[in-house]
């Protein structure tokens, strides 16, 4: 079959021609439908080779974005049918801890001590013909949901929706939240905002065309994220409260003015993989403002991403790529030149 790998560290990825995984004992083996590329694969991408090869093999067929078709059961697997069109839960985990039991594998206390990695970010994921997915646990039916169009919302639905449900209890009427970086995962934590909340939704990007998708998405307001951002955004809400500032971005500019934002019992939320410090303490710190960075998100909560597309309150701007294509869809990603998400459908 054919793959997209990562084979040479600092090269961009290859079609290569790879041997058909076959599913052993409790695995299921997917006939991919579709793989979306994330911003953090580029990130992996970008590591030097003692970074990269402390975490991550090569070569390794990327893609932790899946969606597929039930191809071929291995033994004992009673959960799934051939046939089932499923959507990937990519943040494996134990599936025994107490973080996993309650569904929260992206935090399993055991992963890293036990060698279970994601699909695409420690073995081989989705951007192939087909793809190994080690337990049925894994997969949540995708029902009637067009593969290519929902597939992001196994990551740039997922994540956001996550880190916006951890601040939801402050996301009242009357406060605004900021979004930072509107791309893949942003441009879809915008619509999550309006669809769960009744906040003001200000969206930052560097840009232009970025926020002219945020706003076609939801947002009330978009800013350039420049130095004049503070000020904008004080003008277009006046006094309201900010109660959140989720950062898709990560990096050090954005952590500083995601700072300057924070007001009494504001959330910082950085979700963006970027190498960020940020202060704080009683003095010269809003009272009780919060720093959070959250990781992926709980199966059930795919579970309710879902649930929101089914509903037709959040859509994922798609750009598609073939397989044979794919390496352009990190390229577009890494030039920025995509509006939301590059899906590769094999
Ligand atoms: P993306 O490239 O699609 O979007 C990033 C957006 O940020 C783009 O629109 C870009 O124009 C904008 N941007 C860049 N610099 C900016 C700045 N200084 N100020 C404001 N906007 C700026 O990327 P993505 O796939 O949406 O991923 C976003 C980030 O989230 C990445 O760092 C990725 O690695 C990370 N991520 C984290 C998790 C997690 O679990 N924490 C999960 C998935 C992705
Ligand atoms: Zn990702
Ligand atoms: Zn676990």
């Not at 025994?96 to 994921?125: F, M, S, V, W």
């Not at 996550?162 to 996301?171: D, E, R, T, V, W």
Request: net charge negative; proline share 6%; aromatic share 6%.
């Amino acid at each position: 079959m054919k793959a997209l790998q990562y084979v040479e560290i600092g090269e961009p990825p290859q079609i290569r021609e790879v041997p058909t995984p076959e599913p052993g004992p409790g695995q299921v083996r997917l006939k991919v439908t579709a793989a979306g590329a994330c911003h953090s694969d580029s990130f992996v991408m970008s590591l030097d080779e003692e970074q990269y090869t402390a975490s991550y093999p090569l070569p390794m067929t990327l893609g932790h974005e899946g969606a597929g078709i039930v191809d071929k059961l291995g033994e004992g697997v009673t959960e799934v049918t051939v046939g089932d069109s499923v959507a990937v839960y990519g943040p494996w985990g134990c599936g025994r801890c107490y973080q996993c039991a309650q569904g929260k594998e992206n935090y399993c206390e055991r992963a890293a001590e036990l060698g279970i990695t994601p699909p695409g970010l420690g073995h081989d994921g989705s951007m192939a013909e087909y793809m190994i997915v080690d337990s049925a646990r894994h997969l949540v039916p995708l029902g009637d949901l067009d593969p290519a169009a929902n597939v992001a919302l196994t990551d740039a639905g997922l994540t956001p929706y996550h880190a916006i449900k951890g601040s939801l209890p402050k996301l009242v009427p009357g406060t605004v939240a900021v979004v930072i970086g509107t791309g893949g995962l942003g441009h879809v934590a915008i619509q999550i905002l309006r669809a769960m909340t009744s906040v003001t939704v200000i969206a930052l990007d560097v840009d232009e065309k970025k926020l002219e998708l945020a706003q076609d998405v939801g947002a009330h307001h978009a800013f350039l994220s420049n130095g004049d951002a503070v000020d904008a955004i004080r003008e277009a809400t006046g006094t309201a409260a900010i109660a959140a500032i989720f950062d898709f971005v990560g990096i050090q500019p954005t952590a500083d003015l995601g700072a300057k934002l924070r007001g009494t019992e504001t959330d910082q939320v950085l979700i963006g993989v970027g190498v960020a410090s940020v202060t704080m303490g009683t003095l010269g710190s809003p009272y009780d403002a919060t720093v959070r960075a959250p990781y992926w998100g709980s199966r059930s909560e795919l579970m309710e991403v879902l649930r929101l597309a089914q509903a037709g309150v959040i859509t994922v701007e798609t750009e598609t790529f073939s397989l044979s294509d794919a390496a352009t869809a990190y390229e577009r990603l890494h030039e920025g030149t995509l509006r939301g998400r590059a899906v590769v459908t094999p």
